[in-house]
C-alpha cells in the first residue's frame, strides 16, 4: 500500500544526483529519501545501453520493494537511456516516476533569449538524442548544440584536484558551445552543476546555466501533491543513503558536496541479470 | 602613475574573498588580478579593532606599492572595521576603493518583500554596525536582524568536514533567523558562500541570500569604467595568489572553492607596526 509515510526513493550512478536531492531538502524537507548511488556501475554515460538497462529495472526493483511511494531517476544517463523501462518496473508497484530531462528542457527554452541552446551531458545521453527531443518538442525552433563530455562525471565522482589538465579538459567542452554563441546551457549531468562555478568561468556571464535540481524537486512536488501523497507538517525528515561501490570515498565525496553529515552510507551488492 | 595596464588588487583574510574574485573572473575575465590572503591574521572577525586597522593600512600600502588600479576589500570584516583608513591609505597611491558592505545592502532592500533582512557576520561585523547602519541609510524602514557567527569563517577556512556538530552550530546561528521570519539573508562575511547550500537547507526555500560577489564584481565594473580604468579585449586575464601563512593549506582549500588551479602561490610576510 503506497502512502504518505513512505520515503521518496532516488538513484543516480553516483554522487551527482545529491544535486537533485539537495533541492528537494531545501523544498520539500518534511519528506523521507532514500538515496541509492550505483557507484559499482560508475560511470553509467560509456556503459553498454541494453546492460544498462537491465540494470535500471534491478535498482527500481530493488528500491520500490524497500518501500517508496515515487521514485526519481536522479540522473541523466539513466533518464535518456532507461525511463521507460524504470516506468514499466515503477508502474508494477504503482508507483510513479520523475525524470531529469523534460523539466531541464522545458526551462532552458523558456528563458533562452537567441534560440541557441548547449546541452553538456555524457556520451550516452547525448546519443540518446533525449535532450534534443525533448527541446524540439518544445516548438521554438531552437538550435540545439550538443556535446559529449564523458571524462567530466568521471572527474567530479573521484573528487580530483582541479589543476591545468582539468582547465584544458573543460575548455575543451566548452569550446563548440562558445562558438556557436549559446546564450543557454543545460547541464545534462547531475554531477556538473557540481563544477557550475568552473564552467561558468570558462563560458562567461552572458551564458546561463541550467541545472536539474530545482526542476526536478518542483516537478516532485507537483506530483507528490496530484496523487495526495505529499507528506504534512514541518518536522524534518529523515534520509538513508546506499551504495553498490566502497562507502568510504562516496561518503567522503558526498559529505563535501552536499555539505551535510551523510549518517551510515550502507553498501548493497546486486547481481546483474545477464 | 595608474593605468589600464595594472591588475585590481583585493585582499581577504584568508579564502574568504575567493567568493569575489570568482565573480570577477567570471564578468571581468580580461583583468589582471592580485589577491592576498592575510592568513597569519586569520580570522578577523574576534580581533581587536585598532590592531585590525594598522594591519589593514600596511596590507593596502604593499599591496598598491607592487601596482594596481583599484582596490577591493574582498572581507566583510575588514571592510567594516577598517574601510576609512584603507580609502585613506590608497588615496595616498591615486587609487580607488570598492568595499562589500554597500553593494549587499542595496541589493537586500530590493529584494525583501516583508521587510525583515537577517545579517549573518562575524562578531566584529556585527558590532560595527555597518550593515544595519548601511540598511536604515536605504530608508525602507527595515528590521534588521543581526547574528554573530563566530564559529563559521574558521570551519571553512579549514576545510573541515560537515558532521553533526557543524550542523548543530549552523542550525543555532540560524535559529533567531528562522524565528524572525526574515526573508531575504545577508551572507556578511565572504566564507559564507562558501556554506551556501547547508544555510539554504536549514533556511528553507522562502529565504532569498545575498552574497557579495556579484553585486561587488558590478561595483569594480562601474568604478573602471568610470575612471577609464578599464581593459579592452578578449584575452583572459592573469592572476596572482599571495597568503602571510602556511601556503600549502591555502592552496589545498582555495583550489577547491575556486574550482582552479592558483599557480605557485607565495608567501609573503609583514611585521604589524605596533
Not at 518534511?30 to 548511488?37: A, I, K, S, T
Not at 553538456?120 to 540545439?144: K, M, P, Q
Not at 512536488?221 to 514541518?234: F, I, K, P, V, Y
Request: charged content about 20%; aromatic content about 6%.
Amino acid at each position: 500500500m503506497i502512502d504518505a509515510s513512505l520515503p521518496v526513493a532516488m538513484f543516480d550512478s553516483g554522487v551527482g544526483g545529491l544535486t537533485v536531492l539537495h533541492e528537494c531538502l531545501v523544498a520539500l524537507p518534511q519528506e523521507d529519501y532514500l538515496y541509492l548511488g550505483d557507484t559499482a556501475m560508475f560511470p553509467y554515460g560509456e556503459r553498454d545501453p541494453a546492460e544498462l538497462r537491465r540494470r535500471i529495472a534491478l535498482i527500481v526493483a530493488k528500491l520500490l520493494e524497500r518501500g517508496a511511494k515515487l521514485l526519481v531517476i536522479a540522473c541523466n544517463t539513466a533518464t535518456a537511456i532507461g525511463e521507460e523501462v524504470a516506468r514499466e518496473v515503477a508502474a508494477k508497484y504503482g508507483v510513479e516516476v520523475v525524470p531529469v530531462v523534460a523539466p531541464q528542457a522545458e526551462i532552458a527554452a523558456a528563458i533562452t533569449d537567441n534560440g541557441r541552446v548547449g546541452v553538456l551531458a555524457t556520451t550516452n545521453t547525448v546519443e540518446s538524442g533525449a535532450y534534443r527531443r525533448a527541446l524540439e518538442a518544445e516548438g521554438r525552433g531552437l538550435d540545439v548544440i550538443e556535446v559529449a563530455a564523458p571524462r567530466l562525471a568521471p572527474f567530479i565522482q573521484e573528487g580530483s584536484l582541479f589543476d591545468e589538465e582539468t582547465m584544458a579538459m573543460a575548455r575543451g567542452y566548452c569550446a563548440p558551445l562558445r562558438k556557436a554563441g549559446v546564450d543557454t546551457l543545460i547541464l545534462g549531468c547531475t554531477h556538473f552543476p557540481l563544477v557550475a562555478p568552473m564552467l561558468q568561468r570558462i563560458l562567461g556571464r552572458n551564458v546561463r546555466l541550467v541545472s536539474g535540481g530545482h526542476a526536478v524537486a518542483a516537478a516532485i512536488q507537483r506530483t507528490l501533491e496530484g496523487s495526495g501523497l505529499a507528506r504534512e507538517g514541518d518536522d524534518e525528515g529523515t534520509y538513508e543513503f546506499f551504495c553498490t561501490g566502497p562507502v568510504s570515498s562516496f561518503g567522503d565525496v558526498a559529505t563535501r558536496f552536499l555539505q551535510m553529515p551523510l549518517g551510515e552510507v550502507r553498501q548493497v551488492e546486486f547481481t546483474v541479470p545477464a
